[in-house]
């Protein structure tokens, strides 16, 4: 596709792996821009106080209906703490 990874650039390992808010990570099955493997190593090096990650099935990169529904019910639980 000519669009380089993101892992490219940026070595999150090295860019902050210690957060002081809740972290959630949403991420699609088929994401070829950022790969779930990579993701899911990330994620679970990371601290935060609270963390959770969604792989959806049958979602890619972006903001399909399945992501945005996920995300909604993230904010949705969060504010109503």
Same mark, same amino acid.
Request: proline share 7%; glycine share 4%.
């Given at each position: 596709?000519? %669009?380089?990874? /993101?892992?490219?650039?940026?070595?999150?390992?090295?860019?902050? /792996?210690?957060?002081?808010?809740?972290?959630?990570? %949403?991420?699609? =099955?088929?994401?070829?821009?950022?790969?779930? =493997?990579?993701?899911?190593?990330?994620?679970?090096?990371?601290?935060?106080?609270?963390?959770?990650?969604?792989?959806?099935?049958?979602?890619?990169?972006?903001?399909?209906?399945?992501?945005?529904?996920?995300?909604?019910? %993230?904010?949705?639980?969060?504010?109503?703490?």
């Amino acid at each position: 596709m000519g %669009i380089p990874a /993101m892992n490219a650039t940026v070595d999150f390992l090295e860019d902050g /792996m210690e957060f002081d808010i809740p972290v959630y990570f %949403i991420q699609g =099955e088929r994401d070829i821009l950022t790969p779930p =493997e990579i993701t899911r190593a990330y994620f679970n090096q990371l601290r935060a106080p609270k963390k959770k990650y969604f792989l959806l099935p049958d979602a890619a990169h972006g903001h399909n209906q399945a992501v945005v529904d996920t995300q909604y019910r %993230i904010v949705k639980e969060y504010f109503s703490q």
